[in-house]
Nanobody
C-alpha cells in the first residue's frame, strides 16, 4: 500500500503562483510514477501532469503546459506541482496519484484525498 497526502492548496489571485506537495509513504517512493489530476466542481477529473519514477520524463496536459511544472524528490518521498500564471479555470481539487507505470490516463492504483486550489479573478 502507498499512502499519499497532498498539501499546499489555498486561495490565490489570478496570475499568482502556488506549489502543491504530495508526500508518499508505505512503499519505496522511487518505485512509482507520480501524477497530478484535478477535478473542478461539476466536471470530471482530468489529467494535469505526470512524472516517471526517476524524474527523467514528464508529461503535461495542454491546458497547463508552460505554466505548471511537476518534479519529485525521491529522498523526501515527495512530488511537487509548481503552478504559475494561475487562471480562474485552474480552480479545482487537485489529487496526486501513484502507480508503477507512468500514464496520462487515470489508471493509477493509489490516490490522495485532494487539496483545494481556488483562483480568484
Amino acid at each position: 500500500q502507498v499512502q499519499l497526502v497532498e498539501s499546499g492548496g489555498r486561495l490565490v489571485q489570478a496570475g499568482g503562483s502556488l506549489r502543491l506537495s504530495c508526500a508518499a509513504s508505505g512503499r519505496p517512493f522511487s518505485w512509482y510514477a507520480m501524477a497530478w489530476f484535478r477535478q473542478a466542481a461539476g466536471k470530471e477529473r482530468e489529467f494535469v501532469a505526470a512524472i516517471n519514477y526517476s524524474g527523467g520524463s514528464t508529461y503535461y496536459a495542454d491546458s497547463v503546459k508552460g505554466r505548471f511544472t511537476i518534479s519529485r524528490d525521491n529522498a523526501k518521498n515527495t512530488v511537487y506541482l509548481q503552478m504559475n500564471s494561475l487562471k480562474a479555470e485552474d480552480t479545482a481539487v487537485y489529487y496526486c496519484a501513484a502507480d508503477k507505470g507512468v500514464t496520462t490516463t487515470q489508471r493509477y492504483r493509489y490516490w490522495g484525498q485532494g487539496t483545494q486550489v481556488t483562483v480568484s479573478s
